[in-house]
């Protein structure tokens, strides 16, 4: 992978050649009990693409976007056939590329309640994009089964599109939603 961190103020001063993406983590606290017994916490978005990778919601900025902001929710109300604004606030960080394309990817977090989320989820299926570019919202099992493999550890196996898998992974743990130490231990156990 082969991505630098940028400022999000530098990156808006590139060449108007360069592309520029926007992709948001959507999550919500949870009180829901995997097996009736194990607490949930947090429920946390992504999404299947059409290319069979994991992924977040999002996509490319348009010339008619005015800011990254609106392209994020213009992007996300095609995708999912739900709106959400997004503020500078919510922006978390971006790194450009030089290969394949000139590209900046812009990462978002957006927190919500457990009864939005639910809605983005029931919303989704019925875009008009479901089924062909979005093969559906998946949440993130955050949970770590007695095996040391079941639960976070093996959905951190799967294939991510471009640095989706290590946003996860930085916004789990900024935002407080996985320990530190546990992160650590799926990701040593997922890169056995
Ligand atoms: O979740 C993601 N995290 C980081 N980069 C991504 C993610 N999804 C896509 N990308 C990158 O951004 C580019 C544009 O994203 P996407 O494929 O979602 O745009 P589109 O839906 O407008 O065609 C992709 O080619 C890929 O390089």
Same mark, same amino acid.
């Given at each position: 992978m082969n991505c630098k961190l940028i400022s999000r103020e530098k990156s808006l001063q590139l060449p108007s050649a360069v592309k520029h993406a926007c992709h948001a983590m959507l999550y919500a606290p949870s009180d829901e009990k995997l097996f =009736?017994?194990?607490?949930? /916490?947090y429920a946390v978005l992504m999404q299947m693409r059409f290319d069979g990778q994991l992924g977040f919601p999002g996509g490319f900025v348009d +010339? =008619?976007?005015?800011t990254l902001e609106e392209g994020l929710k213009r992007e996300l109300s095609e995708e999912l056939d739900y709106t959400l604004d997004f503020a500078e606030s919510d922006h978390m960080y971006c790194h450009i590329w030089e290969e394949p394309i000139h590209l900046v990817t812009h990462f978002y977090t957006k927190r919500l309640t457990l009864a939005e989320l639910r809605a983005v989820e029931a919303a989704a299926v019925q875009? /008009? &994009?479901?089924? +062909? &570019?979005?093969m559906g919202l998946v949440r993130v099992p955050l949970f770590f089964l007695h095996d040391g493999k079941g639960g976070l550890p093996s959905f951190l196996c799967n294939n991510f599109i471009g640095n989706a898998r290590s946003q996860l992974v930085d916004a789990l743990k900024s935002l407080g939603i996985v320990k530190e130490e546990q992160l650590k231990s799926a990701l040593k156990s997922s890169s056995r």
């Open positions: =009736s017994h194990i607490p949930v /916490k +010339l =008619s976007d005015r875009g /008009k &994009e479901f089924g +062909l &570019e979005t």
